[in-house]
């Protein structure tokens, strides 16, 4: 993983593990979604570093699999449906699972968000909705990202 | 002065220019009579050739190649403008390309690489069935099916080889080996279609014709039964066959990552097959442990380039493509530049007296590209105020009537679209403002008008640049088709 400013904040902040720092990193600077991966799907010092640690995660929210959920995809980009890539809605690779503190109120797929949890590492299976996740928030909020 | 006019007129081997010019010792005007002088001395070549090579960039119309062509010039360490593709240099003939199908005057990639592999226009989201075939109707294949220009060169004793990011058995690699109603019947037919087999299934049929040597792409996932795990690919095939095996089984040679691409053997007879992802190779941004388009062009053509009789190869770059539907410029271009390094390749291992290159796109996208930006601009950022007195833009980020700076690039549709739906159903919005910092970064997606998931084709205008015996041909303003015409000359003149 590229060291940048950024991450390094938001790493330090996390390793401090002050709730007032930590809140600073969740509203000042958002991780990036890839920055919680290698580039080859493995999980990034920084992830394994934050694990277990409230963190925010800047990105996009996939149009939910089921209505009135507390769960939703993150997204590093706006979720596409492609017919002319794909001949079937497929996830990307590069993903986070999110698990909100309450009933999502859907955004659209194309609007900024900041996603903000308790990061899990480890593959989980969700028995209500069937979806295989390795990376979630847990105990998550979220807002626009302005 | 005299000494330095007659040496223009030396140079351009005319004498048009008669006069002392004031402007005659600029790069600008040198340049140009260089150019000029190397366009008169130019002989067409009208031998025949023995191989040839078909580069398709998928969805890079002549929009999206100058953002490739900025991008790669500002990468090295050009202001990007006036940066040379290896396909624009003066020994390439170019034409501009019409591009739309039968019924369709957006096109899509099946109907415009099956108008390159056939010789005719096709109907829109099939591949290589004559005016009767049908899109997504079985019972129009019979009867229906093109010949293709693997087919007709494999009667003259060449290899064929095909090479994509894509999934292999999608549109535009397909097109070189498939006849088929639907583009997307890569892994299976409706049930009660008997005339035609799914699209994997023809390539490993045609392979095990001997109208295929090498095929090396995405796609795995085709290839295999469902559920079945095999070099990190797992298979979604529902009716349980293996075409990995059968392709093995008949002596097929086999890579799955980087590693095994390493491993081949390519002075071997025996077919060879790449499949490195269950659907699409990676992004040349992402891309890990699996070659780039150049790796597996050069590949391509030291294996082909042991029959003497010579070969047919198609490549394509297929996500520049996909970068745009996605409405994200960074990987559009990165993958551009992934294409026109494997031009690069495929020029430098090959004879230009022998080998007829052709590089093209099927069709352009709804990209934009806003003014009025200064010189350097970054094709990727913001569009840069004019500098009154320099060369290179001010470094100021024009601003819009809205007050907000806006990026050199857009779509006029897509995921980046500034209306966004809103709790009652409907679309508004304004637009986002955008730092520089944000504009460049790999995952931006560029701003764009009219909302939809997927940014679409246009009907735009693509270019074909070609070198080699019969060239020449390409010129002027030429219906997509025309392409295979000027292949089947120049293989048999």
């Known amino acids: 993983m590229p060291l940048t400013r950024r991450t390094l904040l938001a790493a330090s902040a996390a390793a401090l593990a002050c709730p007032g720092l930590a809140r600073a990193a969740d509203t000042d600077a958002p991780i990036k979604l890839r920055d919680l991966y290698n580039k080859d799907m493995s999980f990034s010092d920084l992830a394994q570093s934050l694990e277990g640690k409230r963190v925010a995660v800047d990105g996009y929210m996939a149009p939910p699999l089921k209505a009135e959920s507390r769960f939703f995809v993150l997204t590093k980009i706006p979720m596409s449906v492609c017919p002319f890539c794909e001949t079937e809605a497929e996830w990307p690779s590069d993903i986070l699972a999110i698990y909100t503190k309450r009933i999502v109120d859907v955004m659209p797929y194309n609007v900024r968000i900041v996603s903000s949890g308790v990061l899990e590492l480890g593959s989980f299976r969700d028995e209500d909705t069937g979806f295989l996740s390795r990376i979630r928030l847990a105990d998550a909020t979220y807002a626009r990202n302005a | 002065m005299k000494k330095t006019l007659s040496l223009v007129a030396m140079l351009a081997g005319t004498s048009a220019i008669a006069q002392d010019l004031p402007q005659q010792s600029s790069t600008w005007f040198t340049d140009a009579q260089a150019l000029l002088a190397t366009q008169i001395a130019r002989t067409p070549n009208t031998g025949t050739a023995k191989n040839v090579i078909l580069l398709v960039a998928d969805g890079n119309g002549v929009g999206t190649n100058y953002a490739t062509r900025i991008y790669m010039g500002q990468q090295n360490g050009a202001l990007g403008e006036e940066w ?222 042991k029959n003497e009789n010579g070969y047919f190869l198609e490549i394509e770059a297929g996500r520049v493509d996909h970068a745009n539907h996605a409405g994200n410029a960074a990987r559009t271009v990165t993958d551009g530049v992934a294409f026109a390094e494997a031009v690069a390749m495929a020029d430098e291992l090959t004879d230009d007296e022998d080998t007829l290159i052709i590089v093209t796109a099927d069709h352009e996208h709804a990209v934009a590209f806003n003014g009025y930006c200064g010189r350097g601009s970054n094709i990727l950022g913001l569009c840069m105020g004019v500098s009154k007195t320099g060369i290179e833009n001010n470094g100021e980020p024009n601003t819009a009537a809205d007050g907000k700076p806006y990026t050199v690039m857009g779509y006029l549709n897509g995921s980046g679209a500034v209306l966004v739906e809103q709790a009652d159903g409907t679309f508004s919005g304004t637009r986002p403002d955008v730092t520089q910092d944000e504009a460049i970064d790999l995952d931006y997606v560029q701003q764009a008008l009219i909302p939809m998931s997927s940014e679409t084709h246009s009907g735009e205008d693509v270019a074909v640049y070609a070198k080699g015996p019969w060239s020449h041909l390409f010129d002027g303003t030429v219906e997509q088709n025309y392409i295979f015409h000027v292949m089947y000359h120049a293989v048999n003149p």
Not at chain 2, 119 to 136: A, E, P, S, T, Y
Not at chain 2, 267 to 279: Q, T
Request: hydrophobic share 35%; net charge negative; with cysteine.
């Open chain 2, 84 to 305: 040379v593709m290896p396909y624009e240099t003066p020994d390439y003939s170019s034409a501009l390309v019409k591009t739309y199908n039968i019924n369709a005057q957006t096109p899509d990639s099946a109907p415009t690489a099956g108008a390159m592999n056939s010789g005719v226009k096709q109907r829109f989201n099939l591949i290589n069935l004559g005016d009767g075939g049908i899109h997504d109707d079985c019972s129009t294949v019979a009867g229906n099916e093109l010949t293709v220009f693997s087919e007709i060169v494999t009667g003259m004793e060449k290899s064929v080889g095909i090479v994509s990011t894509a999934r292999i058995t999608h549109a535009t690699p397909a097109a070189v080996y498939a006849k088929t109603a639907n583009r997307n019947w890569e892994d299976s037919v409706p049930e009660g279609c008997t005339a035609q087999v799914d699209i994997a299934q023809q390539l490993i049929n045609a392979m095990e014709a001997g109208t295929i040597d090498f095929a090396m792409g995405g796609g795995g996932r085709y290839f295999l039964p469902d559920g079945t795990e095999m070099g990190g690919l797992k298979g979604r095939r529902a009716d349980g066959m293996n075409l990995i095996e059968k392709a093995t089984g008949m002596g097929a040679q086999f890579a799955s990552n980087q590693g095994s691409f390493d491993g081949l053997d390519l002075g071997s007879d025996a077919p060879i097959l790449g499949l490195y992802e269950n659907s699409h190779m990676m992004y040349e941004a992402d891309r890990t442990d699996e070659p780039s388009l150049a790796e597996m062009t050069k590949a391509a053509i030291e294996y082909l380039s």
